[in-house]
């Protein structure tokens, strides 16, 4: 199974590199729910790839305290068209955690399913097929 989670809300930067938009308050709880519900469902990862920038890294950082998983930059995920099987190949269990329209575009591709996934929101793939799709308020609802 490949997890996808898209950064949690984040600051708009004005003034700031792209690359260096932090997350908001709103941004931490989210990660924080999004790692305990995965949690919850009974997720066991064996790696997490994060985009390297500041919002996402700081995302999967949050998400995987809860998961008990290493958190390892991978530069395919900073923006732009990526094959999220290619990426996660070789790799077992792996979340993913990037942006917009970054992800809902990978989805497509494995998929031929048409998502968007919310900020701070989890999708699901595996053998070509979505398996879950879940929004930052279900995510909190099943972290309890």
């Given amino acids: 199974m490949i997890w996808l989670l898209r950064h949690g809300d ?25 790692g ?42 900073k923006g732009g068209d990526f094959d999220p099987l290619e990426v996660a190949a070789g790799r077992g269990e792996v979340m993913l955690v990037g942006h917009e329209p970054d992800f809902s575009q990978a989805v497509a591709l494995a998929t031929g399913s048409r998502v968007k996934l919310k900020k701070g929101g989890v999708a699901a793939i595996d053998d070509h097929v979505l398996h879950v799709l879940l929004r930052p308020k279900d995510l909190k609802e099943i972290a309890g």
């Fill in 10 to 34: 984040a600051e708009a930067g004005e003034g700031k590199p792209d690359a260096d938009r932090e997350l908001t308050e709103k941004g931490e709880r989210q990660s924080v729910a999004a």
């Fill in 36 to 77: 305990e519900a995965l949690k919850a469902l009974g997720v066991k990862l064996d790696v997490c790839l994060t985009s390297p920038k500041v919002r996402a890294k700081r995302t999967a950082e949050l998400a995987c305290e809860a998961l008990d998983c290493a958190v390892e930059e991978e530069d395919r995920l």
